[in-house]
């Protein structure tokens, strides 16, 4: 036995540098992602060098056969694997509205992220825009102008814009900025529609609302894509130049986030004069501009009893033009969304007659409203409410900038202390990553580009991050942020946050639903081939895309794993410098969530669909991988400034911590039948010891905080695009004033601390020895004249409103609106009142 035991010993010692050499052949195979015949080259190479037995070549021939040799594998693998999974109800069930907000839009990069191996190569030569000369123009002038005639307590007070607003937005075509320039719009691009939206946001909310609808998914964008040449001809220039004003009728009562509940409905018939016509009766909510439209876009679905279009009798869900001043409308009613006096509205109508006509792109357009809302959303999520929330972060940074270096407690400025510190870094943080979101996902919508997914994101991560923002600005300002009235300039930022969380598409479901739900079979790279190869019973098309997907996990399990080992360390990079260990640990991060994914996808298959929570967290990784890379598009697309690394850090390290939150709530609630426990034990231990990182570090979070306290080109590009008031006594202009005498002030400061040090003066307060300082010559007359100076702007700047009870009782009063709108019955009167204020 002992003779036995160590001949075993002898021949495993004599193996070994063969098994560690095909032990490494095979991580490299699997790393690279090798073909299946070089596997089994390798493998019968290793037999050969074994001198291996007849049975085992004979089973390599069956894999061979059985794997390798197409017809094949298709016959009896692939066909069995297909009638088991039809069976079995395998794969989710897909309604057709569901396919049709899958078939929208493209794949950009998200596809790379979801790949398991990002082409960073490809990534950094997308586009990173600049506005035109022409754009430029615009914003510097009439968006400047526009945001210095408006006045957002105001606006809040009246609950309206006032008619010269009204009027110079519709003068200067802010209603035709994507209408294109041969129908008297504007034709800018997405990038400068967000930046105005941007700009106006940093000014007044509702304002910025009021431009950004007709701007949006609206008449003006569909028209642009689907309407007849008839139809162009007709409304784009009207709607130019405010001769229209628009609205688009899609969410009703029971039917939100489920638009295939739609029960607005529209019967074609023939009139008595031969004609064709649509009776249509709905009942809608939450629709901006409504009670003052002129042109109202509504989606019903459509049915046509006589086939009277040859197009069969339920044709689905359409989009039609209805003029307003139609018999049976009724508007002028409004929501009150939380105080932000922009008009919302409900709508219905009962019986209303239009002709075919007014249906989008004719009757050809009959039916395909569906795709048309998807196929516009899938664009125009990236851009409106991610342009507000970006502007809105900018004009937060730079008020708790200011106001941590303005107010003072035990005779410190509040930003110096760690704790104030930590929600400023956080507000500096996210401005610079969503700025470099902004810009990065108009480029790909400029370059043609309608990515569903990454607009899904864009919604929702930037919403729910200025919800973040807001909160974090209202605790540095503490008292001042939550007393209401004119100096206050973050209140209703924070009444507003919750309407942009709900509209175009409620937050939770983009979340739950959309960016994984669609990403998972959009982005993937096989799924969707597969679950089009099962619909259509195409057994060659199966078996291409599943064993190419089965190529692909395991492609990613083998990077996963050695990514894992190795801290990232063998992606590549693009690029050298401080960005590299990103570049390498985002590789890792793509291929751990591209292999957990497909093990999601495989052991739970279409009950993965209702595993929200679950998907959820897929939803996160996805979305920080997405804001990561864009973080390290702007660092590349900037020039690397040197300035700016601490930004890149913070935004790194915040990202991949939030990918690791996310990852380490998969592994826990991951149920893989059989190997649950693996996940949950070992792989979340691996994850809670492996991590890919636990966040910003204090120091890191602490050079972000001090760069916005100070007054200079940083903080200047970083709110880059904001409006900036130039009357003294506006809030803003007077706590930017302080802010930066404050700062100038510290020097004399220091000087007077200085000379408590050497004893030249008593041990108090410096701001106490001001005249002894000046009499012992420690300062200057100019220095003191500063100080006091800066201490006379810092009380103004930090001053809260207050009101006589008189006046406090004015404050709660609500006035009528400034411009009359159509009364319940539909006349126009109401209409007529107000186009006479515009012209």
Partial sequence: MEALFFGFLSGLEASWPVWTAAAAAVLILGFTGAPLMLWLLGTGLLMWGYAAPTWAWITLGVIALFFAVKPVRRATLSNGIMKAMKAFNFLPVISQTEQTAIDAGTVWIDGELFSGKPDFNRILNESYPELNERE????????????????????????????DVWEYMLKEKFFGLIIPQEYGGLGFSALANSAIVSKLTTRCGPLATTVMVPNSLGPAEL?????????????LPRLAVGQEIPCFALTEPNAGSDAGGISSNGVVF?????????RLNWEKRYITLAAISTVLGLAFKLRDPENLLG??????????????????????ERHDPLGVPFYNCPTSGKDVIVPVSAIIGGTDGAGLGWKMLMECLAAGRGISLPASSAGGMKAMLRVSGAYAAVRKQFGLPIGKFEGIEEPVSRIAGYSYIFEAARRFTCGALMDGAKPAVVTAIAKYSFTESFREVVNDTMDVLGGAAISKGPKNMVAHAYYSVP?????????????????????????????????????????????????????HVGHNFFRSVLLSLTRGRLAGSPVNGVAAPY????????????????????????????????????????????????????FEAEGRRKEDEAFLHYAMQLSFANIQKAFEGIFRHLDVPGLGWLFKGPVALWARTNTLSTGPSDDTAQRLAKAVQVPGQQRDRFTEGMFMPKPEADPLAQLERAFRLSVQSEEVARKIKDAIRKKTLPRIKPALLLDQALEKAVITQADYDLVMLAEKERAEAIRVDSFTLEEYKLTAHIPQPTLNVRNGKGNANGLKDFQQVLN
């Avoid at 023939?270 to 649509?278: F, H, I, V």
């Avoid at 197009?311 to 002028?332: E, Q, V, W």
């Avoid at 960016?515 to 057994?539: M, S």
């Fill in 583 to 634: 570049y390498r640990k985002m590789s890792w991060a793509s291929a751990t969530f591209a292999f957990i994914a497909d093990i999601a996808m495989g052991s739970l298959g279409g009950a993965l669909k209702v595993r929200e929570k679950l998907t959820g967290r897929f939803a996160d990784v996805l979305i920080w991988m997405y804001l990561g890379t864009s973080v390290l598009r702007r």
């Fill in 311 to 332: 197009k069969g009798k339920d044709l689905g869900i359409t989009c039609a033009l209805i003029p307003t001043d139609s018999g049976g409308i009724k508007l002028g």
């Fill in 223 to 235: 028209l642009i894509h689907y309407g007849t040449q008839e139809q162009k001809d007709y409304y």
């Fill in 499 to 551: 309407v942009s969380i709900t509209v175009e598409g409620a937050n939770i479901l983009t979340r739950t639903l959309m960016i994984f739900g669609q990403g998972a079979i959009r982005c993937h790279p096989y799924a969707l081939k597969e679950i089009q190869a099962l619909t259509n019973n195409d057994l060659k098309a199966f078996d291409d895309a599943f064993w190419k997907h089965i190529g």
């Fill in 270 to 278: 023939k009139g008595d004069d031969g004609k064709l016509y649509l």
């Fill in 136 to 163: 430029q123009a615009f914003l510097d002038d009439q968006v400047e102008k526009l945001c210095a005639m408006t006045n957002d307590w105001e606006v809040f007070q009246n609950r309206d814009l006032p008619p």
